[in-house]
């Protein structure tokens, strides 16, 4: 490791000192050994809740391995990390972003000014704060920090999705590590890891949990429940498909915990005497979340797929429309377990959602064979495996 850390230069000359006593005095106990330097890991995940959440997972678990560690995430100032880092309790350190123009249009003649600008700030960024390893989940800020760090500092590439980004293959080129969430990335040599996830989710005892979460969310406390969520933003199709549907659910006697996004509003017809409708903007407590519910509605991102499976929650999938497709492939794995359904985006409708979700959600054997299946599914240890190939990568660079 290149930068000593406050202390380090002390500790070093105090047991100096005593090595030469004993020496001197033919104390026939050994000299202690030097102080091994605590590493520090940066960890570059910002923009989506799905880049973020597992660089955090993975700083957990570098912590618990290795409690004398530092973990310092890089972001960008428009980042949802701006609201989550902090909130984790790790340093936040701001650098420009690099997004990829999607057509050829004037800023991509801008591009390599940008990318030069962004990787000397992040340069700046890994001296200052004695980067011992550069950990990277693809996504803006990834690239400024691979290409910042190459030949300086060594690099684990994390992969959560089928298809790659950019990012992450120009990445993976120089890593020392590349790592995958599920088998069949084209980026080569990517050994399957999983995805790092939250303890409070890998550890979730949904049962034991369920009475205190439905009074956290104000929901009937024995009523069937449907947890909707569209991502950390919302997603306007399911939020209109599933809130047109609200009669239906009070019919059947079903209780809805809807998070339709912090930039949406959702207005819900009340049914008194019905189990309630609950809209929320954002769920803070995802680990709460799961337990409450009975069954989920929800896109197929990577993390989420992994959430889902990891807490044993049955689910209706409604991949994004847009993209490469990569989260009807997240998905696949789930359906094809039957642990989950898909619906495509497109024919997601409010009677879909009668004819589909009610008379699932108030089926309990069924409910109950999904959920067994999707315990099957995923790498609950991700987080610890991934954290030990970092720190291995840390102290290869110290010897």
């Given amino acids: 490791m290149t930068e000593a850390r406050p202390g380090d230069a002390e500790a070093s000359r105090g047991q100096s000192q005593v090595g030469d006593t004993v020496k001197d005095s033919k104390d026939s106990n050994p000299a202690p050994e030097p102080a091994v330097a ?15 959440e597992p660089a955090m997972a993975l700083a957990d678990a570098v912590l618990r391995l290795r409690p004398g560690a530092r973990v310092v995430a890089l972001g960008t100032e ?63 800020v990834s690239l400024p920090a691979y290409l910042a760090a190459r030949g300086r500092v060594p690099i684990v590439v994390h992969e959560a999705n089928l298809h790659a980004g950019l990012a ?10 590349v790592v995958a969430a599920a088998a069949g990335t084209a980026l080569p040599g990517a050994e399957v890891v999983g995805i790092p996830l939250r303890q409070s989710i890998t550890k979730l005892d949904r049962a034991a949990l369920r009475a205190e979460a439905r009074r956290h969310f104000g929901l009937d406390p024995d009523a069937p429940t449907v947890l909707v969520f569209g991502g950390s933003q919302g997603a306007r199709s399911i939020n209109t498909a599933v809130s047109q549907a609200a009669g239906r659910f009070a019919e059947a006697g079903v209780s809805v915990l809807h998070a339709h996004g912090p930039k949406n509003t959702l207005v819900v017809q009340e049914f008194p005497g019905r189990p309630p409708y609950v809209p929320v903007p954002y769920l803070e407590r ?21 959430e889902v499976s990891a807490v044993g929650l049955p689910a209706v999938f409604v991949p994004l429309p847009h993209g490469n497709g990569e989260q009807a492939l997240n998905a696949g ?5 039957a642990a989950a359904l898909l619906v495509p985006d497109e024919e997601l409708t409010s009677d879909k959602v009668a004819e589909l979700v009610v008379p699932l959600v108030t089926d309990p054997e069924r409910l109950s064979r999904m959920s067994a299946a999707a315990v099957g599914l995923g790498h609950r240890e991700a987080d610890e495996v991934l954290a030990g190939m970092v720190l291995d990568q840390a102290e290869r660079r110290g010897r």
Avoid: W
């Fill in 333 to 337: 794995p789930a359906v094809e377990a």
């Fill in 168 to 177: 992450n293959k120009v990445g993976a080129r120089f890593a020392a590590k």
């Fill in 286 to 306: 995802m680990d709460l979340a799961y337990a409450a519910a009975d069954l989920v509605v929800c896109r197929s991102g990577a993390m989420t797929v992994a």
């Fill in 78 to 140: 428009r980042g949802l990390e701006n609201q989550l880092v902090p909130a984790r309790g790790y340093p936040l350190e701001l650098v420009p972003p690099v997004p990829m123009p999607r057509k050829p249009t004037v800023d991509l003649l801008r591009l390599p000014g940008k990318v030069l600008n962004s990787v000397r700030r992040t340069r700046e960024v890994l001296d200052r704060v004695g980067a011992d390893v550069v950990v990277g989940f693809g996504g803006y």
């Fill in 38 to 52: 605590t590493p520090t890991v940066v960890v570059a995940g910002g923009g989506t809740a799905g880049h973020i």
